[in-house]
Nanobody, 123 residues
Framework: VQLQASGGGLVQAGGSLTLSCAASERALSSYTMAWFRQTPGKEREFVGAISWSDGSTSSANSVKGRFTISRENAKNTVFLQMNSLRPEDTAVYYC?????????????????WGQGTLVTVSS
C-alpha cells in the first residue's frame, strides 16, 4: 500500500486545517488507517486512527474534541480535520496503515507510511 499525505501548511492558532491521505490500495476493508505526528527530537506520536471496515475511530487525548478522522471510500482517502489548532500541534504529520482492525497507538504496529506533511501553527 502506498500512502500520499497532503494538506499541511501554515495556520494561525485557533485556525483549522484538513490533511488528506490517499491510499493506492482499493481493498482497504481489512485495514486500519492512522495519523501520527513528530517534532524534532521526539518520538512519533499517535494522533488518531480509523477502522476502514466500520469507520470506528480513536484519538489521542491531546486532540480529542479538536481533531476528527474520517474516510471517503470512493477515493480511498482518509482525512484529518484539525480545528482549534495550537502552537503545540506544530509537527510533521504522517499517515500510516496496518492490516488489521485494531487501532494500535504505537507506530511499531504500522507497516505502511506516507511521506509526511508539515503543519505549522503560529501563535
Amino acid at each position: 500500500v502506498q500512502l500520499q499525505a497532503s494538506g499541511g501548511g501554515l495556520v494561525q492558532a485557533g485556525g483549522s486545517l484538513t490533511l488528506s491521505c490517499a491510499a493506492s490500495e482499493r481493498a482497504l476493508s481489512s485495514y486500519t488507517m492512522a495519523w501520527f505526528r513528530q517534532t524534532p527530537g521526539k518520538e512519533r506520536e499517535f494522533v488518531g486512527a480509523i477502522s476502514w471496515s466500520d469507520g470506528s475511530t480513536s484519538s489521542a487525548n491531546s486532540v480529542k474534541g479538536r481533531f476528527t478522522i474520517s474516510r471517503e471510500n470512493a477515493k480511498n482517502t482518509v482525512f484529518l480535520q484539525m480545528n482549534s489548532l495550537r502552537p503545540e500541534d506544530t509537527a510533521v504529520y504522517y499517515c500510516a496503515a496496518r492490516r488489521g482492525r485494531y487501532a494500535y497507538t504505537s507506530k511499531d504496529y504500522y507497516t505502511y507510511w506516507g511521506q509526511g506533511t508539515l503543519v505549522t501553527v503560529s501563535s
